[in-house]
């Protein structure tokens, strides 16, 4: 079965999403590793860490993981990603509606197979020589593009909320939220604030 993944810092909300995900799972049925990274005190560096936790998730448990932002839920069983018809695939996520050339990194779906292996491995690099995670990830995937069977996920896999307390639409299954939150935007600035001071 696909184990829902994810990893949270200490700073501001992500221990409560970190909770409520972990709820999610549970009310679902879904096995899942949810654990807490130490901060680095700056917000794409802390970002950066996702590529090589997805790495280490895969190389841990040797089958598919969905990689779940923390401030994510998951609101319906997903079942596309737990039947035996997804394992034909290496990777499965949304694309963006306004960019069919970009992915969505919020949620992804992973099998562990070489294919996959082999691009984590490249997307890690990527954000050891600059960038931040999501833009990393859509460029190395162009580059594997040809040597990776990618499955698009439908729309309701990938339902962005306007604020905390949206209400998912009806036959939702995976959500994000805050996506442009003016509160994101602080706690982004006092980090970068903090950063300068030290």
């Not at 096995?31 to 950066?48: M, P």
């Not at 598919?64 to 932002?69: E, R």
């Not at 990527?126 to 040809?146: A, Y």
Request: proline share 5%; aromatic share 12%.
């Amino acid at each position: 079965m696909t184990i829902i993944t994810s990893f949270y810092t200490p700073d501001w909300q992500y221990p409560e999403f970190a909770r409520q995900l972990t709820h999610d799972c549970e009310k679902l049925g879904l096995e899942y590793h949810i654990v807490e990274k130490q901060s680095n005190n700056d917000y794409a560096k802390n970002c950066n860490i996702k590529p090589f936790f997805i790495k280490e998730s895969l190389e841990k448990f040797k089958k598919p993981i969905l990689w779940m932002d923390v401030d994510g839920s998951i609101v319906s069983k997903p079942e596309l990603i737990l039947n035996n018809t997804i394992l034909e695939y290496d990777v499965a996520a949304n694309r963006a509606l306004n960019d069919a050339s970009k992915i969505h990194v919020g949620s992804i779906w992973l099998n562990y197979t070489k294919s996959t292996m082999s691009f984590i491995d490249d997307w890690c690099e990527s954000v050891v020589n600059g960038g931040i995670d999501d833009g990393q990830f859509n460029s190395t995937f162009r580059k594997h593009e040809d040597n990776i069977k990618f499955y698009e996920l439908p729309p309701n896999y990938f339902v962005i909320l306007k604020n905390l307390d949206s209400k998912p639409p009806e036959n939702s299954c995976i959500v994000h939220r805050i996506s442009k939150s003016s509160l994101k935007h602080i706690y982004k600035k006092s980090l970068n604030r903090n950063k300068l001071k030290k």
